[in-house]
């Protein structure tokens, strides 16, 4: 599970900056969570999804086209001094948001979609920290893919909260 880290006071993108390989680092709302990398069963879901959606999505093969999807962005979101940092496990804009790809690692323009897959480490974050990061960020669609229940989340932001579009 990704806990935070022991620290008494707001953490910073010094203290995430810190964080050792192979751990990675999260930070929201001044809490630094820290995690193992993903098992094979989430790489793998992970990766397959992934696969399957850049055809049709990215590359308009056999569907709209019109998106960018990427693996395992760094999103910077939120005013300096309280930004959220976190790597989704797929995420996705649409081109005409984001015409260009960033030429710095860290995307500071909140994606229309993002997929976390769910893993015993990280499920707890996932739902109770990431999904209402993900909402004040203004992100419109979120999936949570469970590969050990074999299950797909779809959610649509609507007023500032997630609506649940269908399991």
């Known amino acids: 599970m990704g806990f935070p880290a022991e620290k008494s006071q707001r953490a910073t993108l010094a203290d995430l900056e810190a964080v ?9 709302r001044g809490t630094l969570y820290v995690f193992p990398r993903p098992a094979p069963p989430h790489a793998h879901a992970s990766s397959v999804l992934g696969a ?3 055809g049709p999505f990215q590359r308009g093969r056999g569907g709209p086209g019109g ?6 962005p760094e999103l910077l979101l939120g005013p300096p001094g309280d930004e959220d940092d976190m790597v989704p496990d797929l995420a996705g804009w ?15 323009l909140a994606p229309d979609w993002v997929c976390e897959v ?3 480490s ?5 739902r109770a920290e990431k999904m209402p990061a993900y909402a004040r960020h203004g992100v419109r ?16 932001l609507e007023a500032g909260r997630w609506v649940v579009v269908g399991v």
């Open 20 to 28: 050792p390989p192979p751990l990675v680092g999260e930070l929201i």
């Open 52 to 54: 399957d959606l850049v």
């Open 67 to 72: 998106w960018r999807i990427l693996d395992e």
């Open 94 to 108: 649409r081109i005409e948001r984001m015409p260009r790809l960033p030429t710095t690692a860290k995307f500071t």
């Open 118 to 120: 769910l893993s015993p």
């Open 122 to 126: 990280t499920v707890v974050t996932d």
């Open 141 to 156: 669609h979120l999936w949570l893919l469970d590969p050990l229940a074999r299950t797909l989340e779809v959610f649509a």
